[in-house]
């Protein structure tokens, strides 16, 4: 069983950047995909991004590439999620997750965090 813990989360102006962390415990992180979603009020959960266990494949969601990227540290046992330029439109949870298969589907992961806030102001 892994348990994943997101921090970072906060309020910032648009243009911003922050940086995520998912703090992991109770598994092999190495093992895993790690993948960042995120859900705004009154909208479904989205795909960001997601990174392979070896950290060496990324893969991004159209509308943040070029703004957000994922990275880990697996002797931290730690995924983190980087977002510069940051829009009003970016506001919502953001979760991260762990499963077996790389790709934007949550089906494809197993365990999730409770998720850090992120708010953007205009």
């Known amino acids: 069983q892994v348990q994943l813990a997101e921090s970072g989360g906060g309020l910032v102006q648009a243009g911003g950047s922050l940086r995520l962390s998912c703090a992991a415990s109770?598994?092999?992180?190495?093992?895993?995909?790690m993948g960042w979603f995120r859900q705004a009020p009154g909208k479904e959960r989205e795909f960001v991004a997601a990174?392979?266990?070896?950290?060496?494949?990324?893969y991004a969601a159209d509308y943040v590439k070029g703004r957000f990227t994922c990275f880990r540290d697996n002797f931290k046992s730690t995924a983190y999620l980087q977002m510069y330029s940051l829009k009003p439109e970016d506001t919502a949870v953001y979760y991260c997750?762990?499963?077996?298969?790389?790709?934007?589907?949550?089906?494809?992961?197993?365990?999730w965090g409770k998720g850090t806030q992120v708010t953007v102001s205009s």
């Open positions: 997750a762990a499963g077996l298969t790389l790709g934007s589907e949550s089906r494809l992961y197993d365990y």
């Open positions: 109770g598994g092999t992180f190495r093992s895993y995909v």
């Open positions: 990174i392979r266990p070896s950290g060496g494949s990324t």
